[in-house]
């Protein structure tokens, strides 16, 4: 069974940085991109940064480079470097990847449980 792990996540004043971590666990034969969402109070789940399998990052405009995406692939992991945080960056963090389980089988979406991140004023 797959799992997705994600820890980091803590309190910390407006300004600090974060880093946040996320590391597959159980048997995978490829695991393609992989991912950050976040999710505040009252809001719907958004993205955050994204990278493929390859390395190619992408990310949300609201980041404007305060936020490093980063994977180690022979670690099965993602990370979530967030610099200067504010307020508004406060939410429940959630891993994402496709992962392929099997030789035969196509890429699924799996999901962590979620870390939290509260950044106060």
């Known amino acids: 069974q797959v799992q997705l792990v994600e820890s980091g996540g803590g309190l910390v004043q407006a300004g600090g940085s974060l880093r946040l971590s996320c590391a597959i666990s159980g048997s995978t034969f490829s695991v393609n991109g992989m991912g950050w969402y976040r999710q505040a109070p009252g809001k719907q789940r958004e993205l955050v940064a994204s990278m493929t399998a390859s390395g190619r990052p992408a990310y949300a405009d609201f980041v404007k480079g305060r936020f490093t995406i980063s994977r180690d692939n022979a670690k099965r992991s993602v990370y979530l470097q967030m610099n200067s945080l504010n307020p508004e960056d406060t939410a429940v963090y959630y891993c994402?990847?496709?992962?392929?389980?099997?030789?035969?089988?196509?890429?699924?979406?799996?999901w962590g449980q979620g870390t939290q991140v509260t950044v106060s004023s």
């Open positions: 994402n990847a496709d992962i392929v389980t099997s030789y035969y089988g196509g890429y699924e979406n799996y």
